[in-house]
């Protein structure tokens, strides 16, 4: 019987099929890209550090941000507009969308395969450039830039954005001229919200009411920041004792500590994110991440085009510049890591590209593999397991 299957198929035929046996299957996972572009694109990274090329999932005017629900396949994306845009004006949208595993957020090989607009609701304020959800999936905050603002929606149990149940506008004083509501992270206990304010050198600290979806400003209210820091977002430590803050304007990063039982945040140390003796003038920061090793963290330095890479002292919980590390294109924006932490994605909205960077974990480098795609001005990148 061997014999005759022999005669039907050549060697080469049968050595083939071998290979495809005996190779190891190469696995990727998926994520979302947002920004200035048409609306939502997808793509994905495969263990050895390629890229898909992306793909218009929704359109949607300037979809600079976007999280995802913890448990539904929906993603919660802002569009960064004035709410008095006649054809555009400011809203959050909610969109179902299908993976090929669904429910295995985490899974291997999970693909997007599909998107729909599931509802939106419109925004009380100006120019909304992030968004957050709760752990619990019942409440997405957003951050307001023009108007300083930070609102509250409900999620209903279906995943659709249910009505607004807080709108606090920051109070201009202190002799500062503006408030700009830039950012929103949820501490790792689900109760406390803190908001950076680039306008008013603020991080504020609210507790999150879980029945009503209320914003209560803690016993210890806010962080001052150097007047001119500009503090624009914010990323908690692995160990979620620490809160790292880039700063636009003065091109710094801080280091804070956190006590989850009273609310309170307290500056440990304030390092630039350039070289000695660079020149700031025309350059600001954008997007800053915590490594999952807990040892690293990193932050994107607009003008300057380089992604900087801290060292995070263990038991001081200072912050040190390790190095810089060109992101091969104009104004990185948001970058992301890959679940396993082993690359790190940069996105460039000045020249509209994403490149891929391994990631040393023992010293913190960067090293760009040469792999890129081109996606029209990205901002953002969720990959699936990105969950809160």
Known sequence: MCLSICRRFSVATLFAWFVIAVSPRVHSQAFFIGGYGEGVYASSLDEAGKLSEPRLLAKQKNPSFFGLHPKLDILYVVTE??????????????YQFKVSKPGEYN???NQIVAMERLNSQKIDGDIPCHVTIDKTGRFLIIANYTNGSVVVFGIEPDGKIGAETCNIVHKITDGKTKSNGHCSVIDGTNQWVLVADLGLDRVFVYKLDPQSGKLVPGAHPYLDLPSGSGPRHLAFSKNQKQLFVINELNMTMSSASWNSETGKLELINTEAT???????KGYSTAEVISHRNGKFVYGSNRGHDTIVAMGIDAQSGRITRVGNYSTQGKTPRNFRFSPDGKYLLAENQGSSSIVVFEVDETSGALKSTGVRVNVPSPACIRFLSDRP
């Not at 507009?81 to 909610?94: G, Q, S």
């Open 274 to 280: 350039l070289p000695d003796g660079e020149a700031k």
């Open 107 to 109: 899974a291997i090989d």
């Open 81 to 94: 507009t004035m709410r008095n845009d006649a054809n555009h004006p400011a809203e959050v949208v909610a």
